[in-house]
């Protein structure tokens, strides 16, 4: 079965510093990974996927995200955090891996302080 | 860019009553879903619904839910006796084919007085 395991519940940094929000998966073979995030009072919005195309991941608003098999990692970072960065970033696997429904991380909330 | 649209951002309801929320999917997508999250918890799968019937569900989408699709553009979730643990944040999503490209809506906040 997969799971993913975000491993801070809350991230706080400066503006201006990189941003590193961490996630491990477990799977018995190489996923599908996502990360969401998450605005107060928006939805769920996709910020990048890895599907096996390139290990290194760039998505939306800066970020990327380095699938690497060896750690079971899939850690999501930003070399610049701005404020408009705070919100909630959830890493997310489908249940079979590849397809079917989604898996959530409990989900990381990032705080940017000025 | 298209959109997922739920509709009510916020419905309050008293406890054994019935309560719909309602989401209209992106239009050629085929895949449709219903996550919930209670407040400090994780995002919970609900039900998958491809082809006029649900495809898979959770534990969790017992005999109190059911889905619909009564018109060919709208996607319903119906609790037919809410609890107060039923209180949550209900997501929908629709995705073009089986867990690839999908689209979350911007939730509707559920509480149960």
């Known amino acids: 079965a997969q799971s993913v395991t975000q491993l801070d519940s809350h991230v706080s940094v400066s503006e201006g510093t990189p941003v590193l929000l961490r996630c491990n998966y477990s799977?018995?073979?190489?996923?599908?990974l996502f990360w969401y995030v998450q605005h107060p009072n928006k939805g769920l919005q996709l910020l990048l996927k890895?599907?096996?195309?390139?290990?290194l991941v760039k998505g939306i608003n800066g970020f990327e995200a380095e699938f690497k098999k060896s750690e079971t990692s899939f850690h999501l970072t930003k070399p610049s955090a701005h404020m408009s960065d705070a919100a909630e970033y959830f890493c997310?696997?489908?249940?079979?891996?590849?397809?079917?429904?989604?898996?959530f991380g409990k989900g990381t909330k990032l705080s940017v302080k000025p | 860019e298209p959109e997922v649209t739920q509709t009510p951002s916020h419905q309050v309801t008293q406890m054994g009553q019935e309560v719909i929320l309602r989401c209209v999917p992106i239009s050629n997508h085929l895949y449709f879903y219903w996550y919930r999250q209670i407040l400090g918890q994780k995002v919970e799968f609900l039900v998958s619904f491809y082809n006029n019937e649900i495809s898979e569900k959770s534990e969790i989408f017992d005999d109190q839910f059911s889905v619909e699709r009564p018109d060919g553009s709208n996607f319903t979730l119906k609790i037919r006796s809410t609890k107060l643990e039923d209180s949550a944040m209900y997501f929908c999503?629709?995705?073009?084919?089986?867990?690839?490209?999908?689209?979350f809506g911007s939730g509707t906040r559920l509480t149960v007085v």
């Open positions: 997310v696997v489908p249940y079979g891996g590849s397809q079917g429904n989604l898996i």
């Open positions: 999503a629709s995705s073009v084919r089986d867990s690839y490209g999908y689209t």
């Open positions: 890895y599907t096996s195309a390139a290990t």
């Open positions: 799977s018995s073979y190489s996923p599908s």
